[in-house]
């Protein structure tokens, strides 16, 4: 049985440009997709990464819901993940979870899971910091659900002696992300100590991490 926890090494990787290159063709599928799993555009929802972990499952597991699968799953799947207690029921969950997914069920791959390995490989190159994997990070989070910005800014620090904040925007005529969701035109980051996370004003002494609407 093949194991699609999210990793270091990304899986699944056949066929990947095709999946990219469809993602824009699957929107239809990917919103109804949506409808089911709770997708959400929106970052501002935050929760501890404690929240996220189930100290019953092991390495490869345990965090496996930080990041963008939040941004995919519902609170009942969060939920029952954080109920497993070993790693064995964790591998099923996760291969049914992708499996409810499929915008092509009938078909051997998953271009929805392939797009989500192949954008989870470059977040993991690029955005990777402070022990954690790039698609684990709000900007990694970002990339993976709804693919590069368009354009890549930096506003003047908030406050003095405060790091330049940093601006993603998409354009409106954006794809749908894999959450079958438009992004939100601009998306903000802010260095706080080691890590980049979303920034808010008025809220900057808080980390905030990506979530999905099971945390409204």
Known sequence: MTSYAA????????AVGIAIAGIAGLTALLALT???????????TA????DLTN?????????????????????EEVATYLSLHDDKAAESFI???????????KRPD????AAY??????????????????RQTDRGTIYVIYGAPSQVDFEVPPANGAPPVEVWT???????????????????????GDVTVFYVPGRTDRLRRSVGPGFR
């Open 34 to 44: 949506s409808c089911a799993s709770g997708g959400s555009s929106n970052p501002s």
């Open 117 to 134: 390995e192949e954008r989870g490989a470059e977040a993991d190159r690029l955005y990777s910091e402070s022990g954690r994997i790039g």
């Open 7 to 14: 990793s270091k090494r990304p899986r699944h990787r056949t």
């Open 170 to 192: 998409y354009g409106t005529d954006a794809s749908a992300g894999l959450n079958g969701r438009q992004p939100s035109p601009r998306y903000r980051f802010i260095k706080r």
């Open 55 to 75: 100290p019953a499952l092991g390495p490869d597991y345990a965090q496996w819901l930080i990041g963008p699968v939040a941004f995919l799953a519902t609170k």
């Open 110 to 113: 998953n271009a929805l899971l």
């Open 95 to 105: 291969e049914q979870f992708w499996a409810r997914r499929n915008p092509h069920p």
């Open 47 to 50: 929760t501890s990464l404690a």
